[in-house]
Every structure is written in structure tokens, then in C-alpha cells.
């Protein structure tokens, strides 16, 4: 089991962090949050799980314990592996998994790509009292609290997540208001905002600007 990762950051891409550790790279997958707060050539401390396959060993990466706990907690569930737990994690933090769970809130987690009414309304049943009441106000009535108060969280997660690849600010600037729309029609269609597709489509607008 690797615990953690500590070291350089040699390399970000959107879902992936490159750490230099003892002179090698290690690959690891991330959510768009967690490659946020990176640089490239900066120190970083991930808390990691090792996914074993017969054919594959893949190691995800977190922000912190916590995060990390949550994703090993959501693959006890049946039907989510590594990569469905990391999408959970891509839209939600902890703690808004957690009230989600707690209060049964099956449009929480059919904002998650992948899963649909059934499926969420399967991991309601088989998550409840694993994770736990949430740990602060990060919760999904804080998060919508942080809505009203000012700009949406997805614009501010998307846009450190392109500073954190390199983008000068007022390119990721730019890069947010041209998937604005996109966010904005999710959101009208009664979920929130896809993170991760907002980032490879922004990424998509920049490259083709150049």
C-alpha cells in the first residue's frame, strides 16, 4: 500500500499529476480539484490508493486523508470501482457525498456522469452509515449557500485547475466563459455543472485559439 506521494510536480495534465519521487515519475490520477492545486515544479503531497488489477496497477491521488478515505469507502459499494468513485469525487467533495447519502439526495449523485435514478438510488442504500455525517460546512447546503453568495464554485475549480497546467490567468479567463453555456445547460437540466468535461472543453477552445 503507497500511502502517499511526496515530491516535484514534473508533469500536470487534466486528470493527471506526475510526481518526482526519489528520481522516478510517478503517474498519478487525479481529480480536477486536486490537479488545482498544483504546480508544475512545486513540492506536492499526495495521499494515494493503490488499485491492484491483474493486468494494470494504478495508483489515484488526493488532496488529503479524507478525500482518500471517501474514494475507498464508495468501492464498497456494489457497481463502483476506482474510476466511478473518482468521477463522485470530480463533482462532489467529501462532505457533499456525505449529506447527499445522509439525506437521500438522488439528484446529487445522478449529477455524477454514469450513473442514472436507479444506480443512485442503489448507492443510497448500500453507502448508508458508511460515510458518515459530514465534517464541516462543506456540505451540499454550504455549497449552495456559496452559490448565492458569489460565483459559482465550478468557475473558480476550473479556472485554478488551467492556471495549475500553466494557462496565464486571463487565458483561463476566457476558457470558462466559452464552456459558460455549456455549465449553464446542465445546470438548467436540474444537475450541476461536469467539472471534468468542462475542463477537457476548455482546453479544447484554448488549443484551438492558438
Not at 89 to 107: C, I, M, N, W, Y
Not at 127 to 137: E, M, S, T
Not at 170 to 176: F, K, L, P, Q, T
Request: hydrophobic share 50%; charged share 20%; glycine share 10%.
Amino acid at each position: 500500500m503507497i500511502a502517499f506521494v511526496s515530491g516535484p510536480v514534473a508533469a500536470l495534465a487534466p486528470t493527471l499529476a506526475v510526481i518526482e519521487v526519489g528520481g522516478v515519475g510517478m503517474a498519478v490520477h487525479c481529480t480536477p480539484h486536486t490537479i488545482a492545486g498544483l504546480r508544475t515544479g512545486e513540492p506536492a503531497r499526495l495521499a494515494t490508493s493503490l488499485v491492484v488489477r491483474e493486468d494494470s496497477l494504478t495508483l489515484y491521488g488526493f488532496a488529503d486523508d479524507d478525500e482518500r478515505q471517501v474514494f475507498e469507502v464508495l468501492q464498497t459499494a456494489s457497481g463502483v470501482g476506482p474510476r466511478l468513485a473518482q468521477a463522485m469525487l470530480g463533482v462532489h467533495r467529501p462532505d457533499a457525498l456525505r449529506t447527499a447519502v445522509s439525506t437521500g439526495d438522488e439528484k446529487a449523485l445522478t449529477a455524477v456522469p454514469g450513473i442514472g435514478k436507479k444506480g443512485a438510488q442503489k448507492l443510497l442504500l448500500d453507502l448508508k452509515d458508511k460515510l458518515g455525517a459530514p465534517l464541516g460546512a462543506s456540505g451540499l447546503v454550504g455549497a449552495q449557500r456559496a452559490v448565492a453568495a458569489g460565483p459559482a464554485p465550478w468557475t473558480e475549480q476550473l479556472a485554478a485547475a488551467l492556471i495549475g497546467l500553466g494557462y496565464a490567468a486571463r487565458d483561463a479567463d476566457e476558457a470558462v466563459a466559452a464552456v459558460t453555456p455549456q455549465a449553464e445547460e446542465a445546470i438548467a437540466a436540474g444537475g450541476q455543472a461536469p467539472v471534468p468535461q468542462l475542463l477537457r472543453a476548455a482546453l479544447q477552445s484554448l488549443n484551438r485559439a492558438r
